[in-house]
């Protein structure tokens, strides 16, 4: 299968997924999250998934927010569902997933990552929960998938204050695992994904299922929680307002 937002290159058992707009800085559009899906589903049989951004400037620089500031609560609510699909996928996708960070990684694209099971990010990348500026919360998984990685302090203040910081400082509170040069991030996950494709396939998996059980009952309530919260913010002023001024270019006027 082809899409003309997402491309998925194989070789050796290692799949390749690249979100490709990168003139919108790769943001999640419906059809690109539709295409993402659709692209998972196909590589189910790698045996390590890499998960990337195309072009110099962003991995995903966050959901459309142009295609979100009128949503309904109902509309809302669906895309909501098809972002928790996605990363839902990822999370439970039956081989290792290393999110390749090459830059931007904001709101709905920083969901991508946490989502996936390793995270190496370029020197110049920058990730945050920046959802609150736009007058809703993380919808995609943030709010529970954040803190079960880096503590609940920590994700109170990237979430309430939309802090975006900087690869080193993703590396040091344990958003990531590891920085690498620019130039060297292509190759240093391709090395790593050859090395997690080379191990056995079975006890991966196996080890993959067993570590995610260790969040799984409280996690799935969770993640129906945030998607009710998220989905009740639309129409309120600070929505409205928030993604009105963020597609106007100015600063927001909230309540």
Known sequence: MTWETVDLDRNEGVATITIDRPDALNAMNVETLDALSEALDEALDARTLVLT????????????????????????????????????????????????????????????ALAADLRVAAESAVLGQTEIDLGIVPGWGGTQRLSRLIGDERARRLIFLGERIDAAEAREIGLVGEVVADDALDDHVAGMAADLAAKPAHALRAAKESLNQVHESHLTAGLTYERRLWSGLFGTHDQREGMTAFVEDREPDFE
């Open 53 to 112: 951004g195309a072009g110099d400037d962003a991995f995903v620089a966050g959901a459309d927010i142009g295609y979100m500031a009128e949503l309904s609560v109902a509309e809302a609510q669906a895309y909501a569902e098809l972002g928790h699909r996605v990363t839902d996928t990822i999370e439970t996708f039956p081989a290792p997933v290393i999110a390749a960070v090459n830059g931007y990684a904001f709101g709905g694209g920083c969901e991508l």
